[in-house]
């Protein structure tokens, strides 16, 4: 399981959670997931950015000419922009909330099931979006230097053997 879930480079840090020897993979999976969710929300989401379109009263980003036209926006005091905004909703971070979510209710322990399910919750509040990423969406995230905590908490799921847990 490890092998294949490329989870070898990170042996230190499970160490001890094999040492329990869990026989089960969801609670297993679920008790690697959230230790790794606990550690970044001490530590921060990383955070990324996200194209967004609205109607304003001031130019942010780029202007969109057909729509401000269109509607006649200009005439009300109101330009239609196209921009970018620095969010903590991101692929990686709904990932998580939905694999955390997903856990909650495959796993056998309730203490586990519940701080799965609590965690979920927290990445909610603080503004982590509901609907699960595609396969496209996380088929682009790259990780970066500094990324190596999250690399840590996503592949504690892996990309590719999550899909067995969070069918669609």
């Not at 999976?29 to 996200?50: C, S």
């Not at 269109?70 to 692929?91: M, W, Y």
Request: aromatic fraction near 6%.
């Amino acid at each position: 399981m490890l092998y294949a879930s490329e989870l070898t480079r990170f042996r230190d840090r499970i160490n001890l959670l094999l040492e329990e020897d869990s026989e089960d993979l969801p609670d297993t999976v679920a008790e690697l997931l959230a230790r790794a969710v606990d550690y970044r929300l001490n530590r921060n989401l990383t955070h990324g950015y996200r194209g967004r379109r609205a109607v304003l009263t001031r130019v942010r980003g780029r202007i969109d000419l057909l729509k401000t036209e269109t509607n006649q926006l200009l005439a009300k005091g109101e330009v239609a922009c196209r921009f970018h905004e620095l969010s903590i909703d991101t692929p990686r971070n709904r990932f998580v909330r939905a694999a955390l979510e997903r856990m909650a209710r495959l796993v056998h322990r309730r203490d586990l099931a519940s701080r799965c399910r609590s965690l979920a919750s927290t990445l909610t509040q603080m503004g982590v979006g509901g609907e699960r990423p595609t396969r496209a969406d996380l088929a682009v995230e790259q990780f970066g230097r500094n990324d190596s905590e999250d690399r840590f908490m996503t592949h504690s799921l892996n990309w590719r053997l999550t899909w067995l847990f969070l069918p669609s």
